[in-house]
């Protein structure tokens, strides 16, 4: 399925052909797909092996940063993460770096994976705050670190703006966009983030989680890897049944005014991707709509 109109066709025999030419010995073994994404597709290799692929140019950038920086980070963190053992170069009609990762075991957090959610959500802030608390880099050492979900609400405004005009003309789409609007604009209002910055995620959405026998074994996809301020890191926290959110948000101890607009990131987040996804992928835009509802559930005393 292609998403984007810069997207870079991927598929099995791509693959190979990659492999043939950069790791002949791994180009025999069994490629099938591994699911995917809206920035990468991914490849299951032989039983031990993933490989990943971006779809766009603007993507690309995300796949050097993890081969540079997952090594140093993954062995500080309380649980696991990818582990790069490939660095693809363009070849065989694919213009964009790739990767190879360990394959890890384990399935996306849901309600026949996960038995307590509670427990769930008390893991995933262990992990958040591992990665949190990892020294940074000096300030020259931070190319590509910066992302706008690490900084502030404001600048996103304007464009928050469209994405909600644009919804409005969706067929059949069934949200009180007037409130969560609101709940924006509230979230607009507050005191800018002037607490320390840190490493962050960047996209801590389930698809992005694994989890083994009911524990959290996993954070994957790193390609939101940056610096900045942890607002945004908590907003996919209503991708997640609320007993989750709720223990995640105790064990971190997030106070009122980040947890406000963590969730004011969680609209802006979704309110994005609901029309830009609404034809080209409507399993995605249907996880976007599911979050706005999860907000208007539960919009954090906005």
């Known amino acids: 399925m292609t998403l984007h109109e810069d997207e870079t066709p991927t598929d099995e025999s791509l693959v190979r052909r990659l ?7 791994w180009a025999e073994l069994s490629i099938r ?27 690309a950038g995300a796949v050097r940063k993890e081969q540079v920086w997952l090594p140093r980070l993954a062995p500080e963190l309380a649980c696991e993460a990818p582990e790069p ?9 694919f213009p964009l770096p790739w990767s190879v990762y360990r394959w890890i075991e384990g399935v996306e957090p849901g309600p026949d994976s996960v038995p307590d959610w509670g427990a769930f959500g008390t893991e995933l ?7 949190h608390a990892l020294p ?3 300030e020259d050492a931070r190319e590509g670190l910066h992302w706008y979900r690490g ?6 405004d304007p464009r928050v703006g469209e994405y909600f005009a644009q919804a409005r003309t969706l067929p059949g789409l069934d949200l009180d966009l007037d409130r969560l609007q609101a709940i924006w604009r509230a979230a607009l209002a507050l005191p800018a983030p002037s607490g320390p910055q840190v490493w962050l995620h960047g996209d801590l959405k389930p698809s992005n989680v694994l989890v083994q026998d009911g524990r959290l074994r996993a954070m994957i996809d790193f390609g939101g890897l940056s610096i900045g301020f942890p607002d945004a890191e908590h907003a996919p926290l209503w991708d997640f049944p609320a007993a989750a959110r709720h223990a995640y948000r105790a064990a971190l101890d997030v106070n009122e005014q980040t947890w406000q607009r963590a969730c004011g990131w969680a609209v802006a987040v979704a309110i994005a991707g609901v029309p830009y996804y609404w034809e080209s992928d409507p399993a995605f835009a249907a996880e976007c709509v599911a979050r706005l509802r999860a907000v208007l559930d539960d919009p954090a005393g906005l």
């Open 19 to 25: 492999l043939a030419e950069q790791r002949p010995e």
């Open 33 to 59: 797909p591994a699911g995917s994404g809206t920035d990468n597709r991914m490849f299951r290799l032989g039983d031990g092996l993933l490989v990943r692929l971006p779809r766009t140019p603007g993507t």
């Open 151 to 156: 900084g502030e609400l404001t600048p996103c």
């Open 85 to 93: 053992v490939h660095e693809g170069v363009p070849g065989s009609g």
């Open 136 to 138: 940074l880099p000096p």
């Open 125 to 131: 802030a262990a992990a958040v705050r591992s990665l």
